[in-house]
């Protein structure tokens, strides 16, 4: 038995949140903020005990994947000395290096703000790393002051993101943070 699934089963009613969590098939995004609950508590327990934070990147984009419906990429680049590189994602294959300060991704990172575009065509600079892309938001990655790297996800749908989906996925990042910080 893996680490993190013996560790939500030690959990009260830690074999029925992890079939809950894992095994859920998203119907309709139509209550966000519940979905997100769902999210978080997924992410916490895959990434609970675990230290390697690629392995933890690895399992909250399987996760974002499963659970967010609209999406065509969702991932993270890491800030590795002055730039982030590309890390663990579900999509098609995607820009490896971006500058602090360039795209969507580097002014989250610059600015430590999310970035929610609406249509990624009239934002300047934006990376196109995949064409279906419409859409998109970057949620900074930060754990005790430190920039670790951001949390990109991209849609065909215009304004696919909202206020919702921007506190969720802060509450997401916010567990997660602490998860990649090793
Ligand atoms: N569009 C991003 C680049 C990363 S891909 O979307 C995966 C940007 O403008 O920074």
């Known amino acids: 038995m893996t680490n993190w699934r013996s560790a939500a089963r030690s959990r009260p009613d ?29 992410v916490q327990v895959v990434t609970d005990g675990e230290r390697d934070p690629i392995a933890n990147m690895a399992n909250a984009a399987a996760l974002i994947w499963q659970y967010l419906p609209d999406l065509n990429w969702a991932g993270f680049y890491r800030l590795i000395g002055d730039e982030l590189v590309l890390g663990p994602f579900q999509g098609k294959a995607a820009c490896i290096r971006i500058a602090l300060g360039r795209g969507v991704c580097g002014t989250a990172a610059a ?18 790393c995949d ?20 949390l990109d996800l991209d849609s065909p749908r215009p304004a696919r993101f909202d206020e ?15 998860a990649l910080a090793h």
């Open 14 to 42: 830690g074999e029925g949140v992890l079939d809950r969590v894992l095994d859920v098939v998203p119907g309709s995004a139509t209550d966000k903020p519940a979905l997100y609950s769902s999210l978080k508590m997924a």
């Open 111 to 128: 600015t430590r703000e999310v970035q929610c575009v609406a249509d990624v065509h009239a934002f300047p600079g934006h990376i196109a």
């Open 131 to 150: 064409t279906a892309s419409v859409s998109e938001v970057v949620v900074p990655l930060v754990y005790e002051g430190r920039l670790l790297g951001v």
């Open 164 to 178: 919702e989906d921007v506190a969720g996925l802060t509450a997401v990042c916010a567990v997660l943070a602490p």
